[in-house]
């Protein structure tokens, strides 16, 4: 229990080095939540400083969930020995800590992002086998509908389904995957009042069915 606790607490600490500041600070003092939509997450990082910049957010988002979920979860503490049921629920701990600093960073003033890429590193940390019908549902949704947040969403409820019936997660991943589902739409709330307002951007390149709507 208390490598449990140890454990959490750092991937807490772990996913309060959001990469957007940490990056932005590097080149130069950006605080990306002062532009674009005001979140510190990859898809402002796209959009309001580029490719280059938005690869090295996601790589240290995602990285910090599969380090979390992963190598910190299974990692021994001197003087601590953990039975298999509490190394399967450090797991869990460790998962849900890593995106809960993500969105709430200490670091950074409790202001963070909305936690998808960190989500989907902790899930490819954990179980990789979960990744891939969040990831399906994430890239239809975002496909058809071109809402990234919708897709963010959807995605994150496709894990928490797919936690569900699968009997080789383990129970303690359940857990895990319904509260990161309902945090992940919390953070999104005003990506959902943007869309029901009419006012949600989409994105373009990944809108198929926009993209047959303009051609003639």
């Given at each position: 229990?208390?490598?449990?606790?140890?454990?959490?607490a750092?991937?807490?600490?772990?996913?309060?080095?959001?990469?957007?500041?940490l990056?932005?600070?590097?080149?130069?003092?950006?605080?990306i939540r002062?532009?674009?939509s005001?979140n510190?997450?990859g898809?402002?990082?796209?959009?309001?400083?580029?490719?280059?910049?938005?690869?090295?957010?996601?790589l240290i988002?995602?990285g910090?969930g599969?380090?979390?979920a992963g190598?910190?979860?299974?990692?021994?503490?001197p003087?601590?020995?953990?039975?298999?049921?509490w190394?399967?629920?450090?797991?869990?701990a460790?998962?849900?800590?890593?995106?809960?600093?993500h969105?709430?960073?200490?670091?950074?003033?409790?202001k963070?992002?909305?936690g998808?890429?960190?989500l989907i590193?902790?899930v490819l940390?954990?179980?990789p086998a979960?990744l891939?019908p969040?990831?399906?549902?994430?890239l239809?949704?975002?496909?058809?509908?071109g809402?990234?947040?919708?897709?963010?969403?959807?995605?994150a409820?496709?894990?928490?389904?797919?936690?569900?019936?699968?009997?080789?997660?383990?129970?303690p991943?359940?857990?895990f995957?319904?509260f990161?589902?309902?945090?992940?739409?919390?953070?999104?709330?005003?990506?959902?009042?943007?869309?029901?307002?009419?006012?949600?951007p989409?994105?373009r390149?990944l809108?198929?069915l926009?993209a047959?709507?303009?051609s003639?």
């Amino acid at each position: 229990m208390i490598a449990l606790i140890l454990k959490a607490a750092l991937a807490y600490l772990l996913g309060s080095v959001v990469g957007s500041l940490l990056v932005g600070r590097l080149r130069g003092g950006v605080d990306i939540r002062r532009l674009g939509s005001g979140n510190a997450g990859g898809t402002n990082a796209l959009r309001t400083q580029g490719k280059a910049f938005a690869f090295w957010v996601m790589l240290i988002d995602i990285g910090k969930g599969v380090l979390a979920a992963g190598p910190l979860a299974a990692a021994a503490l001197p003087g601590l020995a953990a039975t298999p049921q509490w190394r399967a629920w450090t797991v869990a701990a460790c998962g849900v800590a890593v995106i809960l600093g993500h969105v709430y960073p200490v670091w950074y003033g409790f202001k963070g992002g909305k936690g998808v890429a960190t989500l989907i590193g902790a899930v490819l940390g954990a179980s990789p086998a979960l990744l891939l019908p969040m990831l399906a549902v994430w890239l239809m949704t975002a496909v058809l509908s071109g809402y990234v947040g919708l897709a963010s969403m959807l995605g994150a409820l496709a894990f928490a389904a797919a936690a569900a019936v699968d009997r080789h997660a383990g129970r303690p991943l359940l857990p895990f995957a319904l509260f990161s589902a309902v945090l992940i739409v919390f953070t999104h709330r005003s990506n959902i009042a943007r869309m029901l307002a009419g006012t949600e951007p989409r994105a373009r390149r990944l809108w198929l069915l926009g993209a047959r709507a303009r051609s003639p």
